[in-house]
């Protein structure tokens, strides 16, 4: 229970009580205090009414006793009062959505502020909104943990000391934060459906929040049809989330799923925007990837796909905005639409410039087309050196399974 409701509700309290304290560490350390503090009281006094409330409740007290501590106390008494009478109010009222409206995408916000490096913006969102540990967020920017406290600890200190406001911006300075913004709601929800560590592949409370928040940045800002684009890629691909994993929660592949449980209903929400977003342009990236999710919803099965669209569309993403996962995306194409020694070989290029060393889905990649063209010691050699990068369970196991089977088909 008390798992369940950090991984569904952490960013949730987290921006909740930066709000309330005005401080990411205050509001960061109170919060795991209260998490602790029901991991003790809960067994034996029961799960209360609403727990959020009661974690929010209880950090409030423990910043209050901690505050009390600190020569700070007396400069924010009456500030602590306010936020005691806040708090009072919100958790007697149940302390509901409408309570705290949109206070994750003011903390996204925060942390898109211009005054932080652009990956410190995202590393800083993707903890605060998503509770990755500084470990995953390193791993994700393939940086040393150190390296990565670092980042974050001056992020932090930055936003106190600047007094970057804890706020959705004015109309007329959206723009220069919108691109990072959208990078982080994207991030958030591909945290949630290929969750980067853990036991479950996919984390449906993520999914949802990042729809919700695309949702309410066309809100506002109606006229950029790149965010268009990204609420449409967000859903096309959120139609699938059901059937990528089995019953046993082991991954299924694209080709594997059976799409007569693809959810019909974002389909059709998701072809209808990017569709605005590719006639009313300009075009952005998230609407071409989009683009690309429309092809593989439009097909009634894995053989009817046209591979050559996809092909073609990562090519023009590739002159868009280039980079080696895109790059590796595109000789996926290729070797689907041409066959997979045309996209190895595409791989291979990739693969000597050393820019994905530590990417498993590069290894597991090469691995697949070396499979299909039954070179079976090298595709084990690739699985395996995906498997020891891997983080995710399910993913593990496939690859695992792989694995097996390379290392059977190289002895017959």
């Not at 306010?82 to 302390?95: H, I, K, P, Q």
């Not at 309570?99 to 969102?125: G, N, S, Y």
């Not at 990528?244 to 007569?260: A, C, K, P, Y």
């Not at 595109?330 to 291979?348: K, N």
Request: aromatic letters at 6%; proline letters at 4%.
């Amino acid at each position: 229970m008390i798992d369940q409701l950090y991984r569904e509700e952490f960013g949730r309290i987290i921006a909740t009580l930066i709000r309330l304290l005005g401080d990411f560490d205050l509001a960061e350390d109170s919060a795991q205090e209260a998490f602790a503090a029901a991991v003790e009281q809960w067994p034996h006094a029961g799960v209360p009414q609403n727990p959020r409330a009661w974690i929010i409740s209880t950090a409030r007290h423990k910043a209050i006793d901690k505050l009390r501590r600190d020569a700070r106390f007396e400069q924010r008494r009456e500030e602590l009062n306010r936020m005691a009478d806040e708090v009072s109010a919100a958790t007697e009222n149940g302390l509901t959505d409408e309570a705290v409206p949109d206070e994750r995408l003011r903390l996204i916000f925060t942390c898109c502020h211009p005054a932080l490096a652009r990956e410190t913006q995202v590393a800083l969102a993707l903890r605060t909104l998503c509770g990755l540990t500084t470990d995953e967020i390193a791993r994700a920017f393939l940086v040393p943990a150190t390296t990565m406290a670092q980042r974050l600890v001056r992020a932090k200190r930055k936003i106190s000391t600047a007094g970057i406001p804890f706020e959705v911006p004015a109309p007329e300075v959206l723009p220069e934060r919108l691109e990072t913004v959208m990078a982080v709601i994207y991030l958030v929800f591909n945290e949630g459906y290929a969750a980067s560590y853990g036991d479950s592949l996919v984390r449906a409370d993520l999914c949802a929040e990042a729809i919700r928040l695309g949702r309410i940045l066309i809100e506002l800002v109606p006229d950029d049809f790149e965010v268009r684009g990204l609420l449409a890629l967000m859903l096309l691909q959120d139609s699938r989330r059901a059937t990528r994993t089995n019953r046993d929660g082991e991954l299924v592949l694209l080709e594997e799923q059976d799409r007569t449980r693809w959810n019909r209903t974002q389909i059709a929400e998701g072809l209808m925007l990017v569709h605005a977003a590719l006639a009313q342009g300009p075009v952005g990236s998230y609407a071409i990837q989009a683009a690309i999710a429309a092809v593989h919803a439009r097909a009634r099965d894995a053989r009817a796909t046209d591979w050559g669209e996809i092909e073609a569309l990562y090519a023009y993403l590739m002159r868009l905005r280039p980079s080696a996962v895109i790059e590796l995306n595109h000789a996926v194409a290729v070797a689907m639409a041409q066959g997979p020694a045309q996209g190895l070989q595409m791989i291979e290029a990739i693969r000597v410039r050393e820019e994905l060393d530590d990417y498993h889905l590069l290894w597991a990649a090469q691995a697949d087309l070396l499979r299909r063209l039954e070179r079976w010691t090298e595709a084990a050699a690739c699985y395996r050196r995906a498997l020891g990068l891997a983080a995710a369970e399910p993913e593990r196991r496939f690859l695992a399974r792989r694995l097996a089977a390379m290392i059977a088909a190289s002895k017959t």
